[in-house]
């Protein structure tokens, strides 16, 4: 123990963390089992694993300490946390871990771990994993994108994946060589699928494809080839959030065999592989062809049948109209011989009227018959040839002829009387003379 210039006794600051570290190697020499948060995970290029452990509440951290996972240790202990998780040790994830308390004079207090539990980190994550499903659901989020409507042709992909994937070339394979020769348009978004950040990345190639929305049908996610262990990613609240409110239909592919993720859940669609993704996609457009194909035979089947149909109803129909013209002229016939037999009664009735009438007017002619009519005692005064019907045209010393019953009479004026209305007579007198 050293005295200062002010006459206090002091030590050093080594000699303090000495102190520390005696004191704490003398009061917990034993190891704990510790539940904490990992804050912060490195791996250096010897193998040594550095964690910052912290314990939250409420979001607020209310402990922190550092921890370090020696790399002879750090094998055997990720290797069988991996194996039964199917998860690696990463940032945000809760573990129970078996530490002894280590003090360093220069780098100060730590946690040694020796161990870590994969069982309570799979409760852990079984637990976080149903509380996100249950705030989907709670929110309405579990089945909307499942109730969009998935394209009759799905021709137009938008592909979220790394483009070194090994599934995203399967993809591409398959969707280029399908059998049917289907012609399919896809343009990569291009996002990683593992480790801290494929989070952040997978979301914001979303957000990208729902400002192109108007130039794709659907949406894909795919990953392959990488380990099952970095699927924690798809099951994170705001990444399943962001795939259940995407205004197109989502199909997911990424990759594993076993539970599916959160992301699976809320997806349009779920397959296992990128290939799988693939043959889904063209089975759509081959089902759609076939049942335009149905169609197209159903049409041309039932319009076979119509005109079988309309054809004997049209023979039919000329079978009955063939019988008509017979009917018609039959009651044409008899009509016209009815209507013959009174045209030649009213003809001959016609006639005998004709016939009497022309009787009268033969006999009324006969009757008027010059020649009858001088028979009877009149005469046919003639002048200049022509009978004479009013002296006024006669002047003296004209000749005018006279016709008797026998024989005619030439006469000259000599005198004319005219005839007036009162019966007074005047002018020359009229002397016959003999011819």
């Given at each position: 123990?050293?005295?200062?210039?002010?006459?206090?006794?002091?030590?050093?600051?080594?000699?303090?963390?000495?102190?520390?570290?005696?004191a704490i190697t003398d009061t917990l020499p034993?190891?704990?089992?510790?539940?904490?948060?990992?804050?912060?995970?490195?791996?250096?290029?010897?193998?040594?694993?550095?964690?910052?452990?912290?314990?939250?509440?409420?979001?607020?951290?209310?402990?922190?300490?550092?921890?370090?996972?020696?790399?002879?240790?750090?094998?055997?202990?990720?290797?069988?946390?991996?194996?039964?998780?199917?998860?690696?040790?990463?940032?945000?994830?809760?573990?129970?871990?078996?530490?002894?308390?280590?003090?360093?004079?220069?780098?100060?207090?730590?946690?040694?771990?020796?161990?870590?539990?994969?069982?309570?980190?799979?409760?852990?994550?079984?637990?976080?994993?149903?509380?996100?499903?249950?705030?989907?659901?709670?929110?309405?989020?579990?089945?909307?994108?499942?109730?969009?409507?998935?394209?009759l042709v799905p021709q137009r992909i938008g592909?979220?994946?790394?483009?070194?994937?090994?599934?995203?070339?399967?993809?591409?394979?398959?969707?280029?060589?399908?059998?049917?020769?289907?012609?399919?348009?896809?343009?990569?978004?291009?996002?990683?699928?593992?480790?801290?950040?494929?989070?952040?990345?997978?979301?914001?190639?979303?957000?990208?494809?729902?400002?192109?929305?108007?130039?794709?049908?659907?949406?894909?996610?795919?990953?392959?080839?990488?380990?099952?262990?970095?699927?924690?990613?798809?099951?994170?609240?705001?990444?399943?959030?962001?795939?259940?409110?995407?205004?197109?239909?989502?199909?997911?592919?990424?990759?594993?065999?076993?539970?599916?993720?959160?992301?699976?859940?809320?997806?349009?669609?779920?397959?296992?592989?990128?290939?799988?993704?693939?043959?889904?996609?063209?089975?759509?457009?081959?089902?759609?062809?076939?049942?335009?194909?149905?169609?197209?035979?159903?049409?041309?089947?039932?319009?076979?049948?119509?005109?079988?149909?309309?054809?004997?109803?049209?023979g039919s129909f000329l079978q009955r109209l063939?019988?008509?013209?017979?009917?018609?002229?039959?009651?044409?016939?008899?009509?016209?011989?009815?209507?013959?037999?009174?045209?030649?009664?009213?003809?001959?009735?016609?006639?005998?009227?004709?016939?009497?009438?022309?009787?009268?007017?033969?006999?009324?002619?006969?009757?008027?018959?010059?020649?009858?009519?001088?028979?009877?005692?009149?005469?046919?005064?003639?002048?200049?040839?022509?009978?004479?019907?009013?002296?006024?045209?006669?002047?003296?010393?004209?000749?005018?002829?006279?016709?008797?019953?026998?024989?005619?009479?030439?006469?000259?004026?000599?005198?004319?009387?005219?005839?007036?209305?009162?019966?007074?007579?005047?002018?020359?007198?009229?002397?016959?003379?003999?011819?």
């Amino acid at each position: 123990m050293n005295s200062s210039s002010s006459g206090k006794d002091s030590i050093s600051l080594s000699q303090l963390n000495r102190l520390i570290r005696s004191a704490i190697t003398d009061t917990l020499p034993d190891q704990y089992w510790v539940v904490a948060e990992i804050a912060e995970i490195k791996l250096n290029q010897k193998g040594h694993c550095y964690l910052e452990l912290v314990e939250k509440q409420e979001n607020t951290t209310i402990a922190q300490i550092r921890a370090t996972i020696w790399a002879y240790e750090y094998r055997p202990i990720s290797s069988r946390f991996r194996k039964e998780t199917n998860e690696t040790l990463k940032q945000g994830m809760k573990i129970l871990l078996l530490a002894s308390v280590s003090f360093h004079e220069v780098y100060g207090l730590s946690l040694n771990i020796r161990d870590i539990d994969p069982s309570y980190t799979i409760g852990e994550m079984a637990k976080r994993r149903k509380e996100i499903i249950e705030r989907l659901t709670k929110e309405k989020l579990i089945g909307k994108n499942r109730a969009l409507e998935f394209p009759l042709v799905p021709q137009r992909i938008g592909v979220i994946s790394s483009p070194t994937a090994a599934g995203y070339g399967d993809f591409t394979d398959q969707l280029k060589n399908n059998p049917y020769g289907y012609t399919f348009t896809y343009r990569l978004f291009p996002a990683l699928m593992q480790g801290p950040d494929a989070e952040a990345s997978v979301i914001s190639a979303l957000d990208e494809i729902t400002k192109r929305k108007k130039d794709l049908d659907i949406i894909v996610i795919i990953r392959g080839g990488g380990s099952v262990a970095d699927l924690s990613c798809f099951d994170s609240y705001p990444l399943a959030a962001k795939i259940a409110a995407s205004p197109l239909p989502v199909i997911t592919g990424i990759g594993h065999e076993k539970d599916d993720t959160v992301a699976d859940i809320v997806a349009h669609t779920k397959l296992k592989t990128p290939t799988a993704v693939a043959e889904f996609i063209i089975s759509s457009a081959r089902g759609f062809e076939e049942s335009v194909l149905d169609l197209q035979t159903r049409i041309a089947a039932g319009a076979r049948a119509l005109l079988e149909d309309e054809n004997s109803t049209i023979g039919s129909f000329l079978q009955r109209l063939s019988l008509v013209p017979l009917r018609l002229t039959s009651v044409h016939l008899n009509r016209v011989g009815m209507f013959g037999r009174d045209l030649g009664a009213a003809a001959m009735k016609r006639l005998q009227t004709d016939e009497y009438r022309l009787g009268m007017l033969e006999q009324a002619a006969r009757h008027l018959d010059p020649s009858n009519v001088l028979r009877r005692g009149y005469s046919i005064t003639r002048y200049r040839g022509k009978a004479l019907k009013n002296s006024s045209l006669l002047n003296g010393g004209e000749v005018i002829e006279t016709e008797l019953h026998e024989g005619r009479i030439r006469s000259i004026i000599q005198k004319r009387k005219e005839g007036t209305a009162g019966g007074k007579e005047q002018g020359d007198d009229l002397l016959p003379g003999i011819a």
